[in-house]
Protein backbone atom coordinates (compact mmCIF):
# COMPACT_ATOMS: atom_id res chain seq x y z
CA UNK A 1 0.00 0.00 0.00
CA UNK A 2 1.38 3.19 -0.65
CA UNK A 3 1.16 6.77 1.14
CA UNK A 4 -0.61 9.23 -1.09
CA UNK A 5 1.93 11.87 0.41
CA UNK A 6 -0.44 14.60 -2.87
CA UNK A 7 -3.17 13.76 -1.04
CA UNK A 8 -2.61 14.16 1.97
CA UNK A 9 -1.10 17.91 1.26
CA UNK A 10 -4.47 18.43 -0.60
CA UNK A 11 -6.26 17.89 2.43
CA UNK A 12 -4.00 20.30 4.58
CA UNK A 13 -4.00 23.20 2.43
CA UNK A 14 -7.50 22.36 2.67
CA UNK A 15 -7.34 22.25 6.65
CA UNK A 16 -5.45 25.82 6.49
CA UNK A 17 -7.92 27.81 3.95
CA UNK A 18 -11.06 26.63 6.38
CA UNK A 19 -9.10 27.86 9.02
CA UNK A 20 -7.93 31.26 7.57
CA UNK A 21 -11.48 31.63 6.22
CA UNK A 22 -12.97 31.68 9.84
CA UNK A 23 -9.86 33.06 10.97
CA UNK A 24 -12.23 36.69 10.74
CA UNK A 25 -14.89 34.93 12.72
CA UNK A 26 -12.81 33.37 15.47
CA UNK A 27 -11.28 37.25 16.13
CA UNK A 28 -14.70 38.23 16.54
CA UNK A 29 -15.62 35.97 18.66
CA UNK A 30 -12.84 36.19 20.68
CA UNK A 31 -13.87 40.28 21.46
CA UNK A 32 -17.10 39.12 21.75
CA UNK A 33 -16.18 37.18 24.81
CA UNK A 34 -13.78 39.54 26.24
CA UNK A 35 -16.83 42.25 25.83
CA UNK A 36 -19.14 40.01 27.71
CA UNK A 37 -16.15 39.39 30.52
CA UNK A 38 -15.78 42.82 30.47
CA UNK A 39 -19.43 43.56 31.22
CA UNK A 40 -19.82 40.94 33.82
CA UNK A 41 -17.21 42.46 36.06
CA UNK A 42 -19.26 45.58 35.58
CA UNK A 43 -21.88 43.78 36.42
CA UNK A 44 -20.58 42.31 39.26
CA UNK A 45 -19.88 46.04 40.83
CA UNK A 46 -23.06 47.58 40.28
CA UNK A 47 -24.89 44.54 41.98
CA UNK A 48 -23.03 44.72 44.96
CA UNK A 49 -22.93 48.92 45.28
CA UNK A 50 -26.97 48.07 44.95
CA UNK A 51 -27.48 45.46 47.04
CA UNK A 52 -25.23 47.39 49.92
CA UNK A 53 -27.41 50.43 49.76
CA UNK A 54 -30.43 49.12 49.93
CA UNK A 55 -30.79 45.98 52.34
CA UNK A 56 -28.22 45.67 55.72
CA UNK A 57 -26.88 42.28 54.43
CA UNK A 58 -23.88 43.02 52.83
CA UNK A 59 -22.86 39.57 51.35
CA UNK A 60 -26.61 39.30 49.77
CA UNK A 61 -24.70 41.51 47.09
CA UNK A 62 -21.61 39.30 47.22
CA UNK A 63 -24.11 36.50 46.18
CA UNK A 64 -25.75 37.94 43.42
CA UNK A 65 -22.79 40.15 41.96
CA UNK A 66 -21.08 36.93 41.56
CA UNK A 67 -24.22 34.83 40.08
CA UNK A 68 -24.73 37.60 37.20
CA UNK A 69 -21.27 37.80 36.53
CA UNK A 70 -21.10 33.51 36.04
CA UNK A 71 -23.92 33.82 34.26
CA UNK A 72 -22.68 36.86 31.51
CA UNK A 73 -19.88 34.67 31.23
CA UNK A 74 -21.25 31.36 29.99
CA UNK A 75 -23.61 33.12 27.94
CA UNK A 76 -20.52 35.01 25.85
CA UNK A 77 -18.99 31.83 25.76
CA UNK A 78 -21.84 30.45 24.39
CA UNK A 79 -21.86 33.25 21.84
CA UNK A 80 -18.33 33.34 20.84
CA UNK A 81 -18.90 29.70 20.21
CA UNK A 82 -21.44 30.23 17.85
CA UNK A 83 -19.71 32.90 16.18
CA UNK A 84 -16.56 30.61 15.72
CA UNK A 85 -18.29 27.62 14.99
CA UNK A 86 -20.89 27.70 12.65
CA UNK A 87 -21.40 23.70 13.80
CA UNK A 88 -21.36 24.38 16.73
CA UNK A 89 -24.91 24.21 18.72
CA UNK A 90 -25.77 25.21 22.52
CA UNK A 91 -28.32 21.88 22.53
CA UNK A 92 -25.06 20.23 22.12
CA UNK A 93 -23.16 21.69 25.37
CA UNK A 94 -26.43 20.86 26.90
CA UNK A 95 -26.52 17.21 25.98
CA UNK A 96 -22.84 17.15 26.64
CA UNK A 97 -22.94 18.17 30.45
CA UNK A 98 -26.37 16.35 30.80
CA UNK A 99 -24.26 12.63 30.14
CA UNK A 100 -21.20 13.65 32.06
CA UNK A 101 -22.80 15.58 35.14
CA UNK A 102 -22.78 11.85 37.13
CA UNK A 103 -18.50 11.76 36.01
CA UNK A 104 -18.42 15.21 36.70
CA UNK A 105 -19.99 15.33 40.28
CA UNK A 106 -17.64 12.75 41.03
CA UNK A 107 -14.50 14.19 40.20
CA UNK A 108 -15.77 17.77 41.53
CA UNK A 109 -17.39 16.80 44.67
CA UNK A 110 -15.24 18.66 47.27
CA UNK A 111 -14.70 21.40 45.11
CA UNK A 112 -18.99 21.93 44.97
CA UNK A 113 -19.15 20.91 47.65
CA UNK A 114 -17.14 24.11 49.42
CA UNK A 115 -18.91 26.18 46.40
CA UNK A 116 -22.47 25.64 47.54
CA UNK A 117 -21.40 25.97 51.44
CA UNK A 118 -19.76 29.94 50.36
CA UNK A 119 -23.09 30.17 48.66
CA UNK A 120 -24.95 29.27 52.02
CA UNK A 121 -22.36 31.51 54.24
CA UNK A 122 -23.22 34.03 52.04
CA UNK A 123 -26.61 34.03 52.26
CA UNK A 124 -27.10 33.16 55.90
CA UNK A 125 -24.77 35.48 56.96
CA UNK A 126 -23.32 34.08 60.30
CA UNK A 127 -20.43 36.43 59.72
CA UNK A 128 -19.22 38.68 57.52
CA UNK A 129 -16.16 40.28 56.13
CA UNK A 130 -14.46 42.54 58.95
CA UNK A 131 -15.63 40.70 61.63
CA UNK A 132 -13.34 38.57 64.35
CA UNK A 133 -13.87 34.83 64.41
CA UNK A 134 -12.65 31.58 66.08
CA UNK A 135 -12.06 28.48 64.05
CA UNK A 136 -10.80 25.88 65.69
CA UNK A 137 -7.27 26.25 66.59
CA UNK A 138 -7.29 29.99 64.19
CA UNK A 139 -8.15 33.13 64.79
CA UNK A 140 -8.05 36.44 63.14
CA UNK A 141 -10.21 38.80 60.81
CA UNK A 142 -12.14 37.69 57.62
CA UNK A 143 -10.78 39.00 54.56
CA UNK A 144 -12.95 37.35 51.95
CA UNK A 145 -15.65 34.98 51.78
CA UNK A 146 -14.95 33.19 48.05
CA UNK A 147 -17.24 30.37 46.74
CA UNK A 148 -14.36 27.89 47.34
CA UNK A 149 -12.41 28.96 50.31
CA UNK A 150 -12.60 32.07 53.05
CA UNK A 151 -9.36 34.32 53.92
CA UNK A 152 -8.59 34.88 57.47
CA UNK A 153 -5.91 37.01 58.64
CA UNK A 154 -4.81 36.27 61.65
CA UNK A 155 -3.50 38.89 64.50
CA UNK A 156 0.43 38.39 63.46
CA UNK A 157 -0.59 38.93 59.95
CA UNK A 158 -0.61 35.53 58.43
CA UNK A 159 -2.93 34.47 56.34
CA UNK A 160 -5.64 31.25 57.22
CA UNK A 161 -7.55 29.69 53.92
CA UNK A 162 -10.06 27.50 55.16
CA UNK A 163 -12.80 25.65 53.04
CA UNK A 164 -16.10 26.88 52.98
CA UNK A 165 -17.63 23.37 54.15
CA UNK A 166 -15.83 23.35 57.51
CA UNK A 167 -16.99 26.51 58.33
CA UNK A 168 -20.68 25.59 57.81
CA UNK A 169 -20.58 22.48 59.08
CA UNK A 170 -18.85 23.39 62.53
CA UNK A 171 -19.03 25.50 64.92
CA UNK A 172 -17.39 29.00 64.30
CA UNK A 173 -17.33 32.10 67.55
CA UNK A 174 -17.62 35.40 66.13
CA UNK A 175 -16.33 37.61 68.66
CA UNK A 176 -17.70 40.64 66.67
CA UNK A 177 -21.13 40.11 66.44
CA UNK A 178 -22.30 42.27 68.46
CA UNK A 179 -21.84 46.14 69.74
CA UNK A 180 -20.89 44.89 73.27
CA UNK A 181 -18.08 42.22 74.30
CA UNK A 182 -17.91 41.19 78.15
CA UNK A 183 -14.62 40.71 79.52
CA UNK A 184 -14.00 38.92 83.15
CA UNK A 185 -10.85 37.73 85.25
CA UNK A 186 -9.85 36.29 88.36
CA UNK A 187 -8.47 37.60 91.30
CA UNK A 188 -6.80 36.20 94.24
CA UNK A 189 -6.67 37.92 97.39
CA UNK A 190 -5.75 36.25 100.98
CA UNK A 191 -7.89 34.35 103.47
CA UNK A 192 -7.10 36.90 106.01
CA UNK A 193 -8.50 40.14 103.93
CA UNK A 194 -12.15 41.42 104.02
CA UNK A 195 -13.44 40.12 100.94
CA UNK A 196 -16.49 42.47 100.93
CA UNK A 197 -13.98 45.74 100.91
CA UNK A 198 -11.71 43.90 98.30
CA UNK A 199 -14.76 43.74 95.91
CA UNK A 200 -15.98 47.19 96.62
CA UNK A 201 -11.99 48.15 95.89
CA UNK A 202 -12.40 46.65 93.01
CA UNK A 203 -15.36 47.60 91.63
CA UNK A 204 -14.38 50.87 92.05
CA UNK A 205 -11.29 50.47 90.22
CA UNK A 206 -12.79 48.90 87.02
CA UNK A 207 -15.32 51.57 87.23
CA UNK A 208 -12.56 54.29 87.05
CA UNK A 209 -10.95 52.87 84.00
CA UNK A 210 -11.31 54.74 80.44
CA UNK A 211 -13.38 52.57 77.81
CA UNK A 212 -15.62 50.66 80.43
CA UNK A 213 -19.28 50.96 79.81
CA UNK A 214 -21.15 52.15 82.33
CA UNK A 215 -24.07 50.32 81.23
CA UNK A 216 -24.35 47.34 81.11
CA UNK A 217 -22.71 47.98 84.50
CA UNK A 218 -19.48 45.95 85.59
CA UNK A 219 -19.67 43.80 88.95
CA UNK A 220 -17.44 41.78 91.26
CA UNK A 221 -18.20 38.76 91.69
CA UNK A 222 -16.90 35.77 94.99
CA UNK A 223 -16.43 32.56 93.00
CA UNK A 224 -14.46 30.18 94.87
CA UNK A 225 -12.25 29.14 97.26
CA UNK A 226 -8.97 28.18 96.58
CA UNK A 227 -6.31 26.45 98.23
CA UNK A 228 -4.86 29.46 99.25
CA UNK A 229 -6.61 32.42 97.64
CA UNK A 230 -10.44 34.13 97.69
CA UNK A 231 -10.65 34.12 94.26
CA UNK A 232 -12.99 37.30 92.69
CA UNK A 233 -13.92 37.67 89.69
CA UNK A 234 -14.19 41.27 87.94
CA UNK A 235 -16.28 41.27 84.49
CA UNK A 236 -16.72 44.61 82.50
CA UNK A 237 -18.18 45.57 79.19
CA UNK A 238 -16.83 47.28 76.09
CA UNK A 239 -16.96 48.60 72.90
CA UNK A 240 -16.49 48.04 70.55
CA UNK A 241 -15.37 44.01 70.81
CA UNK A 242 -12.16 43.90 68.96
CA UNK A 243 -9.27 41.86 69.89
CA UNK A 244 -6.88 44.78 70.11
CA UNK A 245 -9.63 47.11 72.33
CA UNK A 246 -9.80 43.78 74.71
CA UNK A 247 -6.55 43.92 75.54
CA UNK A 248 -6.08 47.15 75.96
CA UNK A 249 -8.79 47.24 78.29
CA UNK A 250 -8.13 43.98 80.11
CA UNK A 251 -4.35 45.78 80.95
CA UNK A 252 -5.90 48.99 82.11
CA UNK A 253 -8.09 46.69 84.43
CA UNK A 254 -5.80 45.05 85.56
CA UNK A 255 -3.49 47.66 86.30
CA UNK A 256 -5.88 49.42 88.35
CA UNK A 257 -6.86 46.76 90.42
CA UNK A 258 -3.13 45.98 90.97
CA UNK A 259 -2.34 49.47 92.25
CA UNK A 260 -5.77 49.87 94.45
CA UNK A 261 -5.79 46.28 96.15
CA UNK A 262 -2.07 47.07 96.91
CA UNK A 263 -2.72 50.63 97.88
CA UNK A 264 -5.51 48.94 100.98
CA UNK A 265 -3.13 46.21 102.28
CA UNK A 266 -5.26 44.21 100.51
CA UNK A 267 -3.09 40.40 100.00
CA UNK A 268 -2.31 38.89 96.76
CA UNK A 269 -0.69 35.87 97.95
CA UNK A 270 1.33 33.84 95.90
CA UNK A 271 -0.01 29.82 96.01
CA UNK A 272 1.14 27.81 99.35
CA UNK A 273 1.51 24.21 99.47
CA UNK A 274 1.92 22.52 102.98
CA UNK A 275 4.32 19.32 103.15
CA UNK A 276 3.92 17.10 106.08
CA UNK A 277 6.94 15.57 107.10
CA UNK A 278 6.48 11.87 108.76
CA UNK A 279 6.96 12.47 112.70
CA UNK A 280 9.72 10.22 114.24
CA UNK A 281 10.10 11.53 117.80
CA UNK A 282 6.75 10.08 118.79
CA UNK A 283 7.04 6.73 120.76
CA UNK A 284 4.02 5.45 118.73
CA UNK A 285 5.97 6.28 115.32
CA UNK A 286 4.87 3.43 113.22
CA UNK A 287 1.18 3.02 114.36
CA UNK A 288 -0.98 3.58 112.14
CA UNK A 289 -3.70 3.91 114.51
CA UNK A 290 -2.34 6.80 116.36
CA UNK A 291 0.27 8.38 113.77
CA UNK A 292 -0.68 12.09 113.51
CA UNK A 293 1.61 13.07 110.10
CA UNK A 294 2.60 16.26 111.68
CA UNK A 295 -0.86 17.53 112.14
CA UNK A 296 -2.23 18.51 115.93
CA UNK A 297 -3.42 16.59 118.16
CA UNK A 298 -7.01 18.79 119.10
CA UNK A 299 -8.72 17.37 121.60
CA UNK A 300 -6.85 13.75 121.49
CA UNK A 301 -4.10 12.14 123.51
CA UNK A 302 -0.91 13.63 122.93
CA UNK A 303 1.68 11.23 122.36
CA UNK A 304 4.72 10.93 124.32
CA UNK A 305 7.67 12.36 123.02
CA UNK A 306 10.79 10.13 122.41
CA UNK A 307 13.94 11.25 124.27
CA UNK A 308 17.35 9.24 123.29
CA UNK A 309 17.83 8.46 127.02
CA UNK A 310 14.61 6.40 127.34
CA UNK A 311 15.45 4.62 123.73
CA UNK A 312 18.90 3.60 125.03
CA UNK A 313 17.14 1.91 127.81
CA UNK A 314 14.83 0.61 125.66
CA UNK A 315 17.55 -0.84 123.47
CA UNK A 316 18.45 -4.41 125.44
CA UNK A 317 14.82 -5.03 125.14
CA UNK A 318 14.73 -4.67 121.48
CA UNK A 319 17.46 -6.72 121.08
CA UNK A 320 16.29 -9.43 122.87
CA UNK A 321 17.89 -9.42 126.14
CA UNK A 322 18.88 -7.97 129.22
CA UNK A 323 22.75 -6.83 128.64
CA UNK A 324 26.08 -8.37 127.86
CA UNK A 325 26.92 -9.46 124.69
CA UNK A 326 24.49 -11.32 122.04
CA UNK A 327 22.55 -14.52 122.94
CA UNK A 328 24.69 -14.28 127.03
CA UNK A 329 21.82 -15.24 129.31
CA UNK A 330 21.79 -12.74 132.33
CA UNK A 331 22.39 -14.03 136.09
Known amino acids: MQFDLTGAVRQIQEMGNAFLERLPYIAVALLV ?6 AAKVLRGATRRIFQKRTRHRNVGFVVGRLAQGTLVILGLLVALVIALPTFRPGQLVQLLGISSVAIGFAFRD ?84 AERAKELMLEAVKGVPGVLADPAPDVLLVGLGPSTVNLRARWWIEPPRRSDALDSQDAVLLAIKKTLSAHGIDLPFDTRVVLLHDQTEETDGDR ?36 APGAKGS
Do not use: C
Not at 291 to 319: D, F, H, K, M, T
Open 111 to 194: ILQNFLAGILLLLTEPFKIGDQIRFGDYEGIVEDIQTRATMLRTYDSRRIVIPNAELFTHSVTVNTAFEHRRLEYDVGIGYGDD
Open 33 to 38: FVAFYL
Open 289 to 324: RRQREGWPAGQGEVPRPRGIAEALRELPRALGHDGG
